[in-house]
């Protein structure tokens, strides 16, 4: 069974080259709505455990080092099958690799600096989402 939410944060650079408000623009042109929002500077322990999954991957520390370098937008989002559907809207994750149009393809600078985050998969789009965001503030 698929689920209808995903989580989603758009990454510092998205946000200091001025492209948070397309990017949001983007989500709900695609006919996603938002069940909670904020912007939020994360410290670098929190991007760590954040990002946890990865800790023994050779890219982690670059990764925790940029998560944590400005601030983010984290987003939960609903839609029909909305794990598989985001992760179309924002194509792949090195943007060299994203199909043209999609967020990533549009203004991702790198495969760290790539936009955008989206859940893999719904029992992650959960726990995700509620890494950032407690019962009172969603819809
Ligand atoms: P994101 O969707 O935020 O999830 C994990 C992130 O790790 C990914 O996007 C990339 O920004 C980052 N990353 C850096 N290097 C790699 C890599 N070689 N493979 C996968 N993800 C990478």
């Known amino acids: 069974m698929t689920g209808n939410r995903t989580f989603t944060m758009i990454k510092p650079s998205a946000i200091s080259a001025g492209h948070a408000g397309n990017i949001l623009a983007m989500i709900e042109k695609a006919g996603f709505r938002l069940l909670a929002l904020k912007l939020i500077h994360l ?4 991007a760590g455990q954040f990002y946890a999954e990865h800790s023994a991957k050779g890219f982690y520390e670059d990764l925790t080092r940029f998560m944590s370098s ?5 987003a939960i989002l609903e839609k029909e099958n909305a794990v598989a559907e985001f992760r179309k809207l924002i194509g ?7 199909e043209p149009g999609t967020v990533r393809n549009l203004y991702g600078i790198s495969i ?17 989402g509620s890494f950032f965001f407690s019962q009172l503030e969603r819809v």
């Open 43 to 46: 410290t670098r322990q929190q």
């Open 70 to 74: 400005g601030p983010i937008i984290a």
């Open 92 to 98: 792949a994750t090195d943007p060299s690799k994203a």
């Open 112 to 128: 760290t600096e790539n936009a955008v985050h989206g859940s893999d998969a719904d029992l992650t789009a959960e726990r995700e």
